[in-house]
Nanobody, 120 residues
Framework: QVRLVESGGGLVQPGGSLTLSCSVS????????MAWYRQAPGKERELVAD???????DYADSVKGRFTISRDNAKNTVYLQMNSLKPEDTAVYCC??????????????WGQGTQVTVSS
């Protein structure tokens, strides 16, 4: 079993900052790319950012320059630092990770989601 536990969501004013964390646990041999997705009401889920095991990152155009994704491989944790938040950033943010279990099988796992609300 792979578990993803997210934290850090909440209410923040426009222009403010928030940092999300997602910790992965289980009988895991290795973790590959980790990512953050979000889904706003009435919108499709979109990829916000991802980061490879080596640290290579990609960002959605809408967040580039404002958000930073990072990871701590020793703790199997991925972070999303969100700065200069805008109301349009309001969404449920979910983390996703892929990897390999100790038994040898690959896996893809999603977190439960954490609400980020940007409002004055």
């Amino acid at each position: 079993q792979v578990r993803l536990v997210e934290s850090g969501g909440g209410l923040v004013q426009p222009g403010g900052s928030l940092t999300l964390s997602c910790s992965v646990s289980g009988k895991i041999f290795s973790v590959g790319t980790m990512a953050w997705y979000r889904q706003a009401p009435g919108k499709e889920r979109e990829l916000v950012a991802d980061i490879s095991k080596s640290g290579s990152t990609d960002y959605a155009d809408s967040v580039k320059g404002r958000f930073t994704i990072s990871r701590d491989n020793a703790k199997n944790t991925v972070y999303l630092q969100m700065n200069s938040l805008k109301p349009e950033d309001t969404a449920v943010y979910c983390c996703k990770t892929v990897g390999r279990l100790t038994i040898g099988n690959g896996f893809t796992s999603w977190g439960q989601g954490t609400q980020v609300t940007v409002s004055s």
